[in-house]
């Protein structure tokens, strides 16, 4: 049973446009929420993180909003980029373990 | 990849045949993990470490074994292999020194097919 819920499983955008992923989770000893992005043939690379505490957190074009009510998170990627690319995964920590999302294939139209 | 290394990169091997695979770090982190990657299932966590011989099990450790003697050295043991084992294993460190930080950081994987 996935401890995290990503969607959408894939997603086409014209490049400027703005990719939106949303995860969703039920633990709430989940302490540290990551993304991570992969390029096919790569292992994951850290993109962006968050801790609860936080409602947003903006790194360049990628954004985090954090809904801890909810116990919802989304990443935001503005003006994508054909190197944008890529498949992301959202992620949940608990006592220095990650749960991962099934991941988000994102293709960015030139 | 913060200075981690896997081995073999690729392996195919047949069912039944006992596979290691080796991540090593250069930086003496004390957290490493392995994972499997599989279409639709993100990575999930098979065993992790937090030490020298301490090791504990994760989501999908079952015929999965884990070795750990020195710090920078994580075995990855499939006693007998199976076509269900067949993924793209990639080992993680954690950069937490204690405390709350849980950054991971991952090796650039092995593609392993049982056949």
């Known amino acids: 049973q996935q401890q995290v819920k990503q969607s959408p499983q894939s997603l086409i955008v014209q490049k400027g446009g703005i990719s939106i992923i949303n995860c969703a989770y039920e633990?709430?000893?989940?302490?540290?929420f990551p993304w991570y992005q992969q390029f096919p043939g790569k292992g994951p690379a850290l993109l962006i993180a968050?801790?609860?505490?936080?409602s947003e957190k903006k790194e360049g074009r990628f954004t985090i909003s954090f809904n801890k009510s909810a116990k919802q998170f989304s990443l935001h990627i503005m003006d994508s980029q054909p190197g944008d690319s890529a498949t992301y995964f959202c992620?949940?920590?608990?006592?220095?373990?990650?749960?991962f999302g099934a991941g988000t294939t994102v293709t960015v139209r030139a | 990849d913060a200075g981690i290394t896997q081995s073999p990169r690729h392996k195919v091997t047949e069912t039944g045949t006992p596979v290691t695979l080796r991540c090593h770090q250069t930086?003496?982190?004390?957290?490493m993990y392995w994972y499997r990657q599989d279409p639709g299932h993100g990575l999930r966590l098979i065993h992790y470490?937090?030490?020298?011989?301490?090791?504990d099990k994760g989501e999908v450790s079952d015929g999965y074994s884990v070795s750990r003697s020195k710090t920078e050295d994580f075995l990855l043991t499939l006693e007998s292999a199976t076509s269900s084992q067949t993924s793209v294993y990639f080992c993680?460190?954690?950069?937490?020194?204690?405390?709350?930080?849980?950054?991971?950081?991952f090796g650039p994987g092995t593609r392993l097919t049982v056949l």
């Open positions: 993680a460190i954690s950069l937490s020194k204690g405390g709350a930080a849980d950054t991971q950081y």
């Open positions: 633990n709430t000893a989940f302490d540290y």
């Open positions: 968050i801790r609860p505490d936080v």
């Open positions: 992620a949940a920590s608990d006592d220095y373990k990650l749960s």
């Open positions: 930086e003496n982190h004390r957290y």
């Open positions: 470490s937090y030490g020298v011989k301490d090791t």
